[in-house]
């Protein structure tokens, strides 16, 4: 979940997440991420109730025009007590595309919005409705397909225009290889490919867009981002910056007089998300 205040069902003991539990945190998100008049526990305490009061809709600057309307009666829909009254991820998304045409308030009005909690909650509920199942009949261009529907980008062309005497290999471990690329973006960066290993194509199918679909649902400042991917042959690679200063355990043997107090604080800080978002159990 992306905000604290979670969807009643979830209070349950040994509560189940499903698509409508993220739809109930993106309606959250979208008004207490926003609101500075009232206190988000009083106004969790009034939405139990069955209250949506229109005064929040003020408090949180959602316009009183056809867009904003419609804006706020989907957040409304979000936020329903009855998780099967809630609308569908794929629902969210086509309202949402339809109050970007209709208005031109709302672009400015989400970038003016603090932290990435936004960006998170509504890529949790869109992506939702884009998941797809990889079973042994999934080829590489279904894969393909699919992340660009999620908006990642595909460096296939990239990747392959590199001259492979200057890809330098920087591990083969029993699970992956990775390999540093030399891009034409900026200023000639370097990248990180990670090509996944198995016996079987299907299983390296599998495992590569398995680890695709949860590194690009996730962002954090301490998470390495996902650039992308591209295709290597029949596998599906990942692409990300590449980190001169290798991974943290490197770092500090080769640093020892490092604030590892303070690695220690942010690595910290990305398992409690992590924890928060169910990436890890």
Request: glycine share 4%; proline share 4%; with cysteine.
């Amino acid at each position: 979940m992306v905000s604290n205040l979670k969807a009643p069902e979830l209070v349950k003991l040994r509560p189940k997440l499903t698509f409508a539990t993220d739809v109930f945190d993106l309606g959250m998100t979208i008004i207490t991420e926003n609101i500075s008049r009232f206190r988000k526990k009083s106004f969790y305490d009034a939405l139990l109730k069955g209250e949506h009061p229109s005064e929040w809709k003020t408090a949180s600057g959602i316009p009183s025009d056809k867009a904003g309307d419609m804006f706020w009666d989907v957040v409304c829909k979000c936020l329903s007590l009855n998780p099967n009254d809630r609308p569908s991820a794929s629902e969210v998304s086509a309202i949402m595309r339809t109050v970007c045409q209709l208005s031109g308030w709302v672009t400015p009005y989400l970038l003016g919005w603090k932290g990435s909690n936004l960006i998170a909650a509504i890529k949790t509920v869109v992506q939702g409705s884009l998941r797809l199942v990889v079973g042994e009949d999934t080829s590489i261009h279904d894969l393909v397909a699919h992340f660009e529907r999620r908006g990642l980008v595909n460096y296939t062309d990239l990747v392959n225009s590199v001259d492979r005497t200057a890809v330098e290999s920087v591990a083969d471990t029993a699970l992956a290889n990775v390999y540093r690329y030399r891009f034409e973006l900026q200023n000639n960066q370097a990248v990180a490919v990670k090509r996944v290993k198995h016996n079987t194509t299907y299983k390296r199918l599998k495992r590569a867009a398995r680890e695709l679909d949860c590194w690009s649902s996730h962002i954090h400042e301490n998470i390495l981002p996902n650039l992308g991917f591209a295709i290597m042959g029949a596998d599906l690679a990942m692409v990300s910056p590449w980190m001169g200063n290798g991974c943290t355990t490197d770092y500090v043997v080769r640093n020892p007089n490092c604030n590892r107090l303070a690695l220690c604080v942010q690595l910290a800080d990305v398992i409690a998300y992590l924890h928060e978002n169910n990436a890890v159990w």
